[in-house]
């Protein structure tokens, strides 16, 4: 069997694919497909790509195509949540801050740049009429980072997936002040440009796999309750994610990533934009 090395994030996204491994159906496609845990989110995978210690990566739309337009030889092979991610915008459940604009000119905790946590923020600075030249920002790598960061005021707020951290709301970690949603489909699948050389059959079987898993995901018996159950959640926010989520089969479509390209050159974070061409690989067009 061919190993196919995936990293995501640990977040209830990506259950298809564990049900695909526990279920051994890559196995049983002749794939040996070892999953690794990055809680670090997107910059740490675009680095992991980069250096080949993965083949895919289950990434954020935003910061793979920076990445690759910075020189990350890796393409996306296919769209993953064809929906927006509904990014949570919270505070330390004891400050001070009541609303989006007491946090005008304060730090923003972020993984790692080049992260959603860090994109995310240009986004919404954008949105709300602050000028994002201004913006602060705090490497806390992980989402324990970000927790003790805001405790110690070391920065002020932070942007995270919505129901990802909806039980620290819960139990009064965070506060939630408001959510800014992406301009665009917020998942991709990323493979390195070795992988796309060397495994481009395996990497397709992969695909048709898990596109099986994920066209009658959402209505597998019970599925919102297992989803609770292995992340935490609870049933009711569980099902208000599942009715704002859908997941995609499909290659991303171009015009979704040139209004990627559009914001990250409004923002300044690439210098320059690329064909959209460059950003993607097609299997079956080859």
């Known amino acids: ?16 694919w564990h049900r695909c491994i526990e279920k051994n159906n890559f196995a049983e496609a002749g794939l040996d497909l070892e999953w690794k845990e990055v809680p670090e ?7 992991l ?6 083949d895919v990566a289950v990434i ?35 400050s001070s801050f009541k609303n989006i604009n ?27 009429g602050w000028n994002t030249d201004s913006l602060k920002f705090e490497i806390v790598h992980n989402l324990e980072g970000a927790i003790e960061a805001l405790k110690k005021d070391e920065a002020q707020y932070f942007m995270w997936e919505h129901f990802t ?68 959640q609870k049933l009711e926010d569980i099902r208000k994610w599942l009715d704002l989520t859908h997941w995609s089969q499909q290659q991303i479509v171009e015009q979704d990533l040139t209004e990627v390209q559009d914001y990250l050159k409004r923002l300044k974070l690439i210098s320059e934009k690329v064909d959209n061409k460059e950003l993607i690989h097609n299997f079956r067009a080859i």
């Not at 989110?41 to 680095?47: D, K, V």
């Not at 905790?109 to 240009?122: D, F, K, N, T, V």
């Open 49 to 54: 790509l980069r250096t080949e210690e993965i």
């Open 60 to 94: 954020l739309t935003e910061g793979i195509s920076r990445d690759i337009i910075n020189g990350n030889q890796s393409k996306i092979i296919q769209n993953y949540i064809g929906s927006p991610l509904i990014w949570g915008i919270h505070v330390d459940s004891k």
């Open 1 to 16: 069997m061919t190993k196919i090395k995936v990293g995501g994030v640990p977040e209830h996204f990506n259950l298809p």
């Open 165 to 232: 951290t909806k039980p620290l709301v819960d139990n009064n970690t965070f506060r939630l002040i408001a959510d800014c949603p992406t301009p665009w489909p917020c998942f991709v699948i990323a493979a390195s440009k070795k992988a796309i050389e060397k495994k481009p059959d395996e990497l397709l079987k992969m695909l048709d796999v898990l596109n099986t898993e994920t066209s009658d995901f959402k209505i597998q018996k019970n599925i919102d309750v297992e989803l609770a159950e292995r992340y935490g």
């Open 102 to 128: 007491d946090l005008k000119g304060t730090k923003a905790a972020i993984s790692r740049e080049g992260s959603g946590s860090h994109l995310m923020a240009y986004v919404n600075a954008e949105h709300v």
């Open 41 to 47: 989110g997107t910059g740490a995978m675009c680095n």
